[in-house]
């Protein structure tokens, strides 16, 4: 699983421009699945037919794209200035490197200045380049960049860019890999613009209806020094979402998901999300209304080049997703 | 001159009453059907049972405006903004307030009572208040009710080279290029959508996207121009006289990446002079009809206009002309290639 966790993690996907990132996993998951298709909105869509005449639909979510950056311009020695994609804080920035589609890496480092004042502006990206005009030949106004950093593996933790939300569709990948025949028909949605709004399952969700709808997507913890105070601690299991800023969980839907993994004997503790939010936010106040919830995979330096979980967390979690998928959905009902 | 009429008309976000009876009389006899929706949304048809893919085109008639939210006994009226308005700019404008246009100034504490502190900083909204030359509290109520909408009293004017100057060019620019729009022919179903409620929230946009489930949507906006004093170059969002601004990222939208790059083909095929859209602030209808059911490919075409939300914001005839050959060159070229 490890080397899935790899290939996720070091693709390029920033918000709206998902293409590699969905190639890849359509490459892994295309022998299991009945059906694979991608819509408007640009999210893969792979649907795994249920054997029971009385099944419901159940649709997972993970979302494709990472945070990352647009280039708004470029000045006449070549540098770029940038704007963010989606939540980025910009002392995490300085002396990082960005990569863009088509290979090309620069530095992001900041004008003079007390780091106090220090906001996007103050950024730029220099890509080697000697002119505006070298520059241009390489990356146009307008593209998206990603954060640049390789998968690590210390052990139990690994380590990576866009943990956020890759380890979600690893989950769902290798959950995908290992599920036989299930009652219930499952719509595995890797979903897309999460990080700007919750865009992509919002449009899924409408289309396929489904009757439970399980969002997978990385949460904070408070397991480190001086850290947020929150319960949620790498290693202590999947965390089942009770709130964040864009859900409450249906209380049914809590105790169902609480349910399932205790009669597993699967690792959990419950999170919640003072600021936030998921594409369960998004899928259940679609049409009229559907039954949500998020299993959360517990990450320390969220939305930095260095994301980390830990495998045993994430292995509870496809544990989760297995025991959601085949359950009977009669008393959520 | 189109563009005199439709910005010298008032509506505010929710009272579009006035812009809306405008424009179907504009388009009234080329269109197939027109009606309003339960919001206001003015939805106008061209070939609704044609075969080929379902556009809609969207321009929003509501524009920023002060409420009118109290009167004083002295007669003065006290106000809100609907939609972002800096009170910066507020300071001594005329304006015009309600349906009959009371003419009326934005009057403030003169200089010579203010205390040094006082002129070291902005008047707040607080501190403002519009003086209709009503001497009581009665009077004024004659002529004005709580909830109506005072609006800057700006005339429409040419001046330069090829300027334009006006009021709410946010975004009857983008209304006058869809009427001019929907007096061409075209062989595929062509729904006009002149929204409610953008300045206030995207609201009307969603309602009639829903309805229509477009294919594909392009909006068609009136855009920031950030070449003004003061602002460096790297925070020019747009510039006046380059063309019209194509976004490919706005706070509500990530415009659709094959819908764009065709734009961008075809203005470079028709020798359309554009420009990207240099920030990711803002936001416009599209963000709303994307999301709308199960998705729609959407684009944003806007022309750059200086003093964007204040009284007098100014624009140029040729990103005009521009806007409109680009939006009309897409709809041919889409005829041509998913049309029957």
């Known amino acids: 699983m490890k080397e899935i966790i790899r290939t996720l993690t070091e693709a390029f996907g920033p918000s709206g421009y998902e293409d590699q990132v969905r190639e890849v996993i359509a490459d892994m998951i295309k022998d299991h699945v009945d059906e694979i298709s991608t819509d408007v909105m640009g999210n893969l869509i792979a649907v795994k037919r249920g054997t029971a005449p009385e099944g419901k639909r159940i649709m997972f979510s993970a979302h494709a794209d990472e945070i990352g950056i647009i280039v708004t311009h470029i000045d006449e020695k070549g540098f770029l200035r940038f704007s963010n994609v989606g939540g980025l804080a910009p002392e995490t920035l300085i002396g990082n490197r960005v990569r863009f589609s088509n290979g090309t890496i620069g530095v992001i480092y900041k004008e003079k200045g007390d780091l106090k004042d220090l906001n996007l502006d103050k950024l730029y990206v220099d890509i080697g380049a000697e002119s505006q005009e070298e520059a241009e030949a390489k990356v146009k106004v307008g593209e998206f960049g990603i954060i640049h950093r390789e998968f690590t593996d210390l052990g139990n933790r690994l380590v990576a860019k866009s943990m956020d939300d890759r380890i979600g569709c690893a989950i769902l990948v290798e959950a995908i890999k290992q599920l036989q025949d299930t009652p219930n028909t499952l719509y595995f949605v890797f979903s897309t613009q999460e990080e700007v709004g919750l865009r992509g399952a919002r449009t899924s969700a409408y289309t396929i209806n489904p009757d439970l709808g399980i969002a997978l997507d990385v949460t904070l913890t408070g397991d480190v020094p001086e850290g947020p105070r929150m319960e949620v601690s790498l290693g202590k299991g999947a965390a089942i979402k009770v709130k964040d800023s864009s859900m409450i969980t249906n209380p049914k839907v809590k105790a169902f998901l609480t349910k399932l993994a205790e009669d597993n004997n699967i690792p959990h503790q419950f999170e919640v999300l003072e600021r936030g939010g998921t594409d369960a936010g998004a899928i259940h106040l679609t049409r009229d209304g559907i039954l949500a919830g998020t299993i959360s995979i517990p990450c320390r330096y969220v939305h930095t080049a260095s994301e980390m979980v830990d495998i045993r967390d994430v292995e509870a979690c496809v544990d989760l997703v297995k025991a959601v998928a085949t359950s009977d959905l009669k008393d959520l009902m | 001159m189109l563009l005199r009429k439709l910005t010298e008309a008032c509506g505010a976000p929710g009272q579009e009453g006035e812009v809306r009876a405008l424009i179907r009389s504009e388009i009234e006899g080329y269109v197939d059907e027109i009606r309003t929706d339960a919001l206001g949304n ?219 790059r065709r734009l961008i083909e075809l203005a470079e095929e028709h020798n359309i002079p554009y420009q990207i859209r240099r920030t990711n602030t803002g936001g416009t209808d599209a963000g709303q009809i994307q999301l709308t059911a199960g998705g729609t490919k959407a684009a944003v075409i806007a022309v750059p206009c200086r003093y964007i939300h204040s009284a007098a914001s100014v624009m140029s005839k040729k990103d005009y002309e521009a806007a409109f050959r680009l939006t009309s060159v897409y709809l041919q070229d889409l005829q041509e290639r998913e049309g029957n």
């Open chain 2, 42 to 260: 003015l939805i106008a048809v061209k070939n609704p049972s044609a075969p080929g893919p379902k556009v809609m085109l969207a321009a929003h008639m509501d524009e920023v405006a002060l409420m009118i939210l109290g009167i004083e006994k002295n007669g003065l009226l006290r106000f809100r903004p609907i939609g972002g308005i800096d009170p910066r700019v507020l300071v001594a404008k005329t304006v015009l307030v309600g349906e009959k246009k009371v003419p009326g100034v934005i009057g403030s504490k003169p200089i010579h009572l203010q205390r040094p502190e006082e002129r070291q900083r902005p008047l707040s909204i607080d501190e403002l208040a519009i003086d209709i030359g009503a001497k009581s509290q009665e009077e004024a109520e004659k002529v004005v009710n709580l909830g109506d909408c005072a609006y800057f009293a700006t005339k429409f004017e040419e001046f330069g080279q090829d300027k334009i100057k006006a009021k709410a060019l946010d975004d009857r620019v983008g209304c006058a290029l869809l009427i001019e729009l929907l007096k061409q022919n075209y062989d595929i179903p062509v729904y006009g959508v002149f929204t409610v409620q953008e300045e206030v929230g995207l609201r009307g946009a969603g309602v009639a996207a829903y309805q229509i489930q477009p294919d594909v949507a392009i909006v068609l906006e009136g855009t920031t121009a950030s070449d003004v004093p003061g602002s460096d170059p790297h925070k020019h969002a747009t510039s006046v006289g380059k063309g019209p601004a194509i976004t490919i990222m706005d706070r509500t939208v990530i415009t659709h990446p094959p819908l764009v």
